[in-house]
């Protein structure tokens, strides 16, 4: 095996939204991605980093080849993990939330469907429609798979599938189906044709994840410590993301009382310097420094001021590392008891 078979091959969406937030996204996260030919060259590499080659596939693409194996692993939407690659034996989700490409998979129909407004009104709706015109309702969708696996839990079983190859949300007007599942995320478009989400109707909340192959002969170790030196620098990243760090100063005496509120009450981790001499001020102060998460801010502060404590300077952390990335070590294990050997 050479030098090049052992590189880290990671899988990116080739074009579209979801390509342009990756690359802004793996930028954020100090992973900038260098075309190793010009702009319509398919493989490119992290800058400074020899040990990874990125290949570029449609995100649709992306689940099928991780699973067979043509890359280590690859950012998708979750929705097309879970359409096309969940319950495979060669694929693993190792990071599901990246905190870009939020969208819900969601039952629209229209809306003049004044009497369909939650799920067992569609139900209903279907089960008359085929005893007065001995047909099903069609349902318009990219995601069959996701689509049936809803239809059984929700008890909806009088339906017809057809599946969509352009704008899901036009079918019921040019008149290709009834009704559609399909994505939103503002339910602008869904309006705009004149259709209407459901209540209970959420098949999915999906956002940009990270998938793995569990076909161990893959897995050489230059290509396992490149996933988790990245894998760790994007979990110090979303870590610092979602906390702020604050430094404040207290009397030593009040200092474990005060952490430990800290810690229970709002889900601070807090960092105490050690209990030599020089981590206390000359006048009797400890100088404390804790992660808050952003939303317990204000809760903190003012339980913060509340304890007499002055001087609370606040900042925002580029990165947070905390041991080793525990997306790799649940991996890990999962490809220890993995069948997908080939």
């Given at each position: 095996?050479?030098?090049?078979?052992?590189?880290?091959?990671?899988?990116?969406?080739?074009?579209?939204?979801?390509?342009?937030?990756?690359?802004?996204?793996?930028?954020?996260?100090?992973?900038?991605?260098?075309?190793?030919?010009?702009?319509?060259?398919?493989?490119?590499?992290?800058?400074?980093?020899?040990?990874?080659?990125?290949?570029?596939?449609?995100?649709?693409?992306?689940?099928?080849?991780?699973?067979?194996?043509?890359?280590?692993?690859?950012?998708?939407?979750?929705?097309?993990?879970?359409?096309?690659?969940?319950?495979?034996?060669?694929?693993?989700?190792?990071m599901p939330k990246l905190g870009y490409g939020a969208a819900r998979l969601v039952v629209a129909v229209p809306q003049s469907w004044i009497d369909v407004s939650t799920v067992n009104d569609l139900d209903e709706a279907a089960m008359l429609f085929h005893q007065r015109?001995?047909?099903?309702?069609?349902?318009?969708?990219?995601?069959?798979?996701?689509?049936?696996?809803?239809?059984?839990?929700?008890?909806?079983?009088?339906?017809?599938?057809?599946?969509?190859?352009?704008?899901?949300?036009?079918?019921?007007?040019?008149?290709?189906?009834?009704?559609?599942?399909?994505?939103?995320?503002?339910?602008?478009?869904?309006?705009?044709?004149?259709?209407?989400?459901?209540?209970?109707?959420?098949?999915?909340?999906?956002?940009?994840?990270?998938?793995?192959?569990?076909?161990?002969?893959?897995?050489?170790?230059?290509?396992?410590?490149?996933?988790?030196?990245?894998?760790?620098?994007?979990?110090?990243?979303?870590?610092?993301?979602?906390?702020?760090?604050?430094?404040?100063?207290?009397?030593?005496?009040?200092?474990?009382?005060?952490?430990?509120?800290?810690?229970?009450?709002?889900?601070?981790?807090?960092?105490?310097?050690?209990?030599?001499?020089?981590?206390?001020?000359?006048?009797?102060?400890?100088?404390?420094?804790?992660?808050?998460?952003?939303?317990?801010?204000?809760?903190?502060?003012?339980?913060?001021?509340?304890?007499?404590?002055?001087?609370?300077?606040?900042?925002?952390?580029?990165?947070?590392?905390?041991?080793?990335?525990?997306?790799?070590?649940?991996?890990?294990?999962?490809?220890?008891?993995?069948?997908?050997?080939?």
């Open positions: 095996m050479n030098s090049s078979e052992r590189r880290l091959i990671v899988a990116l969406p080739s074009k579209g939204r979801l390509h342009q937030q990756s690359i802004e996204f793996l930028s954020a996260c100090g992973l900038d991605v260098r075309r190793l030919g010009g702009d319509r060259d398919y493989v490119s590499s992290f800058d400074g980093r020899d040990d990874v080659w990125i290949v570029y596939f449609r995100p649709e693409e992306i689940p099928s080849r991780v699973e067979q194996g043509d890359a280590h692993a690859g950012i998708t939407g979750e929705d097309l993990y879970r359409e096309y690659a969940e319950g495979q034996p060669a694929s693993f989700l190792l015109h001995g047909k099903s309702l069609r349902v318009a969708t990219k995601f069959p798979r996701l689509t049936r696996a809803f239809f059984s839990e929700s008890g909806i079983v009088e339906y017809a599938l057809v599946e969509s190859a352009g704008a899901t949300e036009g079918a019921p007007t040019a008149g290709v189906a009834d009704f559609i599942v399909d994505l939103t995320s503002t339910g602008t478009t869904l309006a705009e044709n004149h259709l209407k989400e459901i209540a209970g109707g959420t098949v999915l909340q999906t956002e940009a994840c990270i998938i793995a192959s569990l076909r161990r002969a893959l897995w050489h170790p230059v290509a396992t410590a490149a996933l988790e030196q990245i894998v760790e620098q994007i979990e110090a990243r979303i870590r610092a993301t979602a906390e702020l760090v604050l430094r404040f100063s207290i009397g030593s005496t009040a200092a474990l009382a005060v952490g430990s509120q800290l810690a229970e009450r709002y889900g601070c981790t807090i960092n105490f310097l050690s209990a030599a001499a020089d981590s206390a001020t000359s006048n009797g102060l400890r100088f404390v420094v804790i992660l808050c998460p952003k939303a317990r801010l204000h809760s903190v502060v003012q339980f913060l001021k509340s304890a007499d404590v002055r001087g609370i300077a606040v900042d925002r952390a580029e990165f947070i590392f905390e041991g080793s990335p525990q997306a790799v070590d649940r991996f890990k294990q999962v490809l220890k008891r993995s069948n997908a050997i080939a």
